[in-house]
């Protein structure tokens, strides 16, 4: 089979690029909508003083952005085919379906399937699975009436595409494949950007230094009395992309990024890969690797001020979105959410630890098989900024 060259792969990537681009700035005004929303709630706490667990604000913020983004179902209108908390359990129920070892894992072929059906390994991932698939069927079905496709969504694009095909494609998407977007869509990027802010949050609140640096450099880079702060301001503020930099280094959501396959024989320190071996790559270790990294267990985002070393799959030392062909095609759309949800918030927003707390009370354990997240919620009373 003929390989791409160089210069058609670099062209291939620069099209998803610019695609993935017109994307993320179609659905800006979703984004900055939902944010106006949680900034709205978090003030009302402030005036009562009261903690927000901002664990649960984070996922209610992604997971209001995608469902609006993909389905174009609004959390905040009558109607929606599955309550919030629904599905917060749903997420949290096919990570953890997802994340299960079974028997044909390690015993591929008929023994390991045996083994699996003999002991009933599927069984919850089936449940799982299928409520999610009927969710997916309800929101087409939805989409095919003919007041369906009325606001712009992932769902309405590929419908569209659908109807357009020509006889001579070869290859034709279906309502299997729209499904199986949907299903990356929903569950990657729901868990992966509230995960990330809750990690940012709190290693922030654990670092006033770095917490104090960054309110002063947002607020004197973008001014006082802004009522409200915008995707345009996102490129204004140096000190924050060095924050998410330091995040996805100590707390990359996914530890294990998406298994890859070895296509041929390799040799690798000595050790021979058989072809067709699956390789776990962990950037969570990568990321704390004293050959790499100074004092790596420590939040340093000046570390990242005078390198080009980024998170786009350039630089193998810092990848929390894969890289190559198959790194994370939702990786923009993610880090517009993160950048904003962190910017209004640290904003409008100082934040202090709820009464009889102290720093070092700050639980770290972390929790879950597919994405790590904090395991006991993150609680902190916002105090409303008086500029």
Same mark, same amino acid.
């Given at each position: 089979m003929l390989q791409p060259t160089k210069d058609r792969r670099?062209?291939?990537? %620069?099209? &998803? +690029?610019?695609?993935?681009? !017109?994307?993320?700035?179609?659905?800006?005004?979703?984004?900055? @909508? *939902?944010?106006?929303?949680?900034?709205k709630n978090v003030s009302e706490s402030a005036l009562k003083q009261s903690p927000v667990d901002?664990?649960?604000?984070?996922?209610?913020?992604?997971?209001?952005?995608?469902?609006?983004?993909?389905?174009?179902?609004?959390?905040?209108?009558?109607?929606?085919?599955?309550?919030?908390?629904?599905i917060e359990e749903l997420v949290t129920e096919s990570a953890e379906?997802?994340?299960?070892?079974?028997?044909?894992?390690?015993?591929?072929?008929? %023994?390991? &399937? +045996?083994?699996?059906?003999? !002991?009933?390994?599927?069984?919850?991932?089936?449940?799982?699975? @299928? *409520?999610?698939?009927?969710?997916?069927?309800?929101?087409?079905?939805?989409?095919?009436?003919?007041?369906?496709?009325?606001?712009?969504?992932?769902?309405?694009?590929?419908?569209?595409?659908?109807?357009?095909?020509?006889?001579?494609?070869?290859?034709?998407?279906?309502?299997?494949?729209?499904?199986?977007?949907?299903?990356?869509?929903?569950?990657a990027g729901i868990d992966t950007s509230s995960v990330t802010m809750i990690w940012?949050?709190?290693?922030?609140?654990?670092?006033?230094?770095?917490?104090?640096?960054?309110?002063?450099?947002?607020?004197?880079?973008?001014g006082l009395k802004r009522e409200r702060i915008t995707e345009e301001d996102l490129d204004k503020v140096d000190y924050l992309k060095l924050i998410i930099k330091e995040t996805f280094r100590l707390h990359p959501a996914l530890p294990f990024i998406i298994p890859r396959e070895t296509m041929s024989h390799i040799k690798i320190q000595g050790y021979?890969?058989?072809?067709?071996?699956?390789i776990q790559v962990n950037v969570w270790t990568i990321g704390r690797d004293p050959n790499r990294w100074t004092d790596p267990e420590d939040f340093i985002p000046e570390r990242f001020a005078n390198t080009s070393v980024d998170f786009r799959g350039q630089h193998f030392e810092l990848l929390p979105f894969g890289s190559g062909r198959r790194m994370c095609p939702a990786m923009q759309m993610g880090i517009a959410t993160v950048e904003l949800g962190l910017m209004n918030l640290l904003y409008f927003f100082d934040w202090r630890l709820p009464d009889?707390?102290?720093?070092?009370?700050?639980?770290?354990?972390?929790?879950?098989?597919?994405?790590?997240?904090k395991k006991l919620p993150l609680q902190l009373v916002p105090v409303q900024y008086e500029q």
């Open positions: 670099d062209r291939q990537t %620069l099209l &998803r +690029f610019q695609r993935h681009h !017109f994307l993320v700035q179609s659905f800006r005004y979703i984004r900055e @909508e *939902e944010v106006e929303f949680v900034v901002l664990s649960k604000t984070f996922f209610s913020l992604t997971a209001s952005i995608i469902c609006r983004v993909a389905f174009g179902q609004n959390f905040h209108e009558s109607g929606f085919v599955i309550d919030q908390e629904r379906a997802l994340g299960t070892f079974t028997f044909s894992d390690f015993f591929p072929g008929g %023994l390991g &399937r +045996f083994v699996d059906w003999l !002991f009933q390994r599927h069984k919850k991932i089936n449940k799982v699975f @299928e *409520e999610l698939d009927a969710f997916y069927q309800h929101v087409i079905d939805d989409h095919l009436k003919p007041e369906g496709r009325k606001n712009p969504d992932i769902v309405s694009l590929m419908l569209d595409m659908i109807d357009k095909q020509g006889n001579a494609d070869s290859f034709k998407l279906n309502m299997d494949n729209l499904k199986a977007v949907l299903m990356d869509v929903f569950l940012a949050m709190t290693e922030l609140v654990r670092n006033p230094r770095v917490m104090k640096k960054a309110q002063e450099n947002i607020r004197t880079t973008l021979d890969i058989p072809p067709k071996t699956q009889g707390m102290e720093v070092g009370d700050i639980d770290m354990e972390e929790a879950g098989n597919i994405s790590i997240i």
